[in-house]
């Protein structure tokens, strides 16, 4: 599925991956290739991404907001954690 994840200040990652696994207010979700729609409120976290190469990426982040879209597209803009 293609990834996008922006912060207010720049691209923080842009592209293929197998799953993501992140916080949100209800709880950590993973979200696989399919998922089915969902617009959720992150909480602070890391947001854990294997991309198509096996490699996996980390992200903290303090709060935000992700898309998941059916035509297998995700999109996060987060305020990043330190």
Same mark, same amino acid.
């Given at each position: 599925? *293609? #990834? @996008?994840?922006?912060?207010? %200040?720049?691209?923080?990652? %842009?592209? @293929?991956?197998?799953?993501?696994?992140?916080?949100?207010?209800?709880?950590?979700?993973?979200?696989?290739?399919?998922?089915?729609?969902?617009?959720?409120?992150?909480?602070?976290?890391? &947001?854990?991404?294997?991309?198509?190469?096996?490699?996996?990426?980390?992200?903290? &982040?303090?709060?935000?907001?992700?898309?998941? *879209?059916?035509?297998?597209?995700?999109?996060? #803009? &987060?305020?990043?954690?330190?």
């Amino acid at each position: 599925m *293609k #990834l @996008e994840i922006y912060s207010l %200040k720049k691209i923080l990652f %842009k592209g @293929e991956v197998v799953s993501i696994n992140c916080k949100t207010k209800s709880g950590e979700i993973t979200v696989l290739d399919n998922h089915r729609p969902l617009i959720s409120i992150l909480s602070k976290g890391v &947001v854990e991404m294997t991309d198509t190469n096996k490699e996996d990426h980390y992200i903290p &982040v303090l709060s935000g907001f992700m898309e998941v *879209k059916a035509s297998n597209k995700v999109k996060l #803009l &987060v305020e990043e954690g330190v």
